[in-house]
């Protein structure tokens, strides 16, 4: 989301990635909802895929931001090929043309053809300070060895996204981007949560060994020192499993107050006991030294005490995870998702006590307590937007 036509509401870009375009299958499909002071409007511009014939999957993952610094909100789109679309210079809401629109390709590792895949995930945030926002590019590539992934930091400057400053990344399909340690430089943090043993065998480092989070903090130069960060880090709760998928999700935001940005992340195949892929969450905290990994941690999950429900088997509490200021307090809360129900699924919500993330006044939205059909697997909590 963004505002991308000027008139300082927000407005929301969708994608329907796998929509049948004519008769190309998947061909996917991209439009901006305006917004305005009473919500979306119900209006929509469409943006068509500029290029039919050299990809699929239109709109297969998005990031919006300030590329090139003037003022204006840019739109960068995915597909499933290695090139990036970029709208510049926000959107007609009457014409729903763009002010303008460029190419950017991340490079191809050796041993790699493209991304087979497309970007798994965009995440826009500025890195080095310069007050236009970069890009991390989360992709999977295929790779004659095990098909591991590489992710970019894209630089944003005075023309836009740049490949001549690119730096590669710790691998993973999950990025969050914020000031942890305060320096006035954004923060990349990034989560190896796939499970090598399921899926179609495509896996990530670490993985195997429970999942893997890695921050690289920002600089005047873009991205310098890495750390990594496990559930054998420390007093991280837990311990590192294979097939745990900590990191799975992650999201940054303040919830104390005290400058510094705070990490929640997600292991939603955590066994408790006997129940086997019940989930748990875990919150970190920022400092002026980064992450603390010795004091301060909390850990939820639905056993909790003051979290609603009961941990049960596949619930996979913590299937998205998102810190934000749900009351306005000023203090970052923590909504999490899970599976609950069988993939109905349901929404958590952790409220800041101003000091740390709390259980008082937590409660817990069912499908059926927000009006969604539960026909089908609704998932409903799966996925939240950024």
């Known amino acids: 989301y963004a505002d991308f036509n000027g008139d300082g509401y927000d407005d929301l870009a969708v994608a329907s990635p796998y929509e049948k375009v004519g008769t190309d299958t998947d061909g996917g499909a991209l439009a901006i909802l305006w917004g305005s002071a009473s919500g979306l409007t119900g209006k929509a511009s469409d943006v068509p895929d500029p290029a039919v014939s ?19 909100a840019d739109l960068a789109v995915g597909n499933s090929s290695a090139t990036l679309y970029v709208y510049k210079g926000g959107f007609s809401s009457s014409t729903g043309l763009p002010g303008g629109r460029y190419t950017v390709k991340p490079p191809i590792m050796p041993g790699s053809s493209d991304f087979p895949y497309g970007p798994e995930q965009l995440t826009a945030g500025d890195v080095n300070g310069d007050g236009r926002t970069d890009l ?33 990344l710790k691998p993973g399909i999950v990025t969050g981007i914020g000031d942890i340690n305060g320096d006035g430089y954004g923060d990349i943090v990034t989560g190896a949560g796939w499970d090598a043993t399921s899926g179609d065998g495509r896996t990530i480092p670490d993985s195997a060994n429970g999942g893997k989070v890695s921050i690289t903090y920002g600089s ?11 559930q054998n880090t420390g007093n991280v709760p837990g311990s590192s499993e294979k097939g745990d998928a900590f990191g799975w999700d992650l999201d940054l935001g ?8 705070d990490l929640v992340v997600s292991t939603p195949n955590e066994d408790l ?28 999950e639905q056993n909790t005490t003051g979290v609603p429900g009961t941990s049960e088997k596949s619930d996979l509490f913590g299937a998205d995870v998102k810190l934000d200021d749900v009351n306005g307090d000023g203090r970052a809360d923590l909504v999490i998702g899970s599976y609950e129900d069988g993939g109905d699924g349901a929404v958590t919500y952790l409220p800041s006590t101003g000091t ?28 939240f937007a950024d």
């Open 273 to 300: 006991g006997s129940v086997t892929n019940a989930g748990m969450v875990t919150v970190l905290y920022g400092s002026a030294s980064g992450i603390n990994t010795s004091t301060g941690l909390q850990s939820f």
């Open 220 to 230: 005047a130069s873009g991205p310098a020192s890495t750390t990594g960060i496990t």
């Open 54 to 72: 050299a990809h699929d999957n239109w709109g297969l993952s998005l990031a919006a931001g300030d590329f090139d610094g003037d003022g204006k």
């Open 254 to 261: 303040d919830i104390n107050g005290d400058g510094y940005q």
């Open 356 to 383: 740390k993330i709390g259980t008082t006044g937590a409660r817990a939205l069912s499908v059926t307590s927000v009006g969604v059909s539960t026909s089908g697997s609704a998932q409903f909590g799966a996925l």
């Open 136 to 168: 991390v590019v989360d992709g999977f590539e295929t790779q004659t060895d095990n098909g591991w992934n590489t992710n970019y930091w894209v630089p944003g400057t005075a023309s836009g996204l740049s490949v001549a400053g690119v730096k590669t």
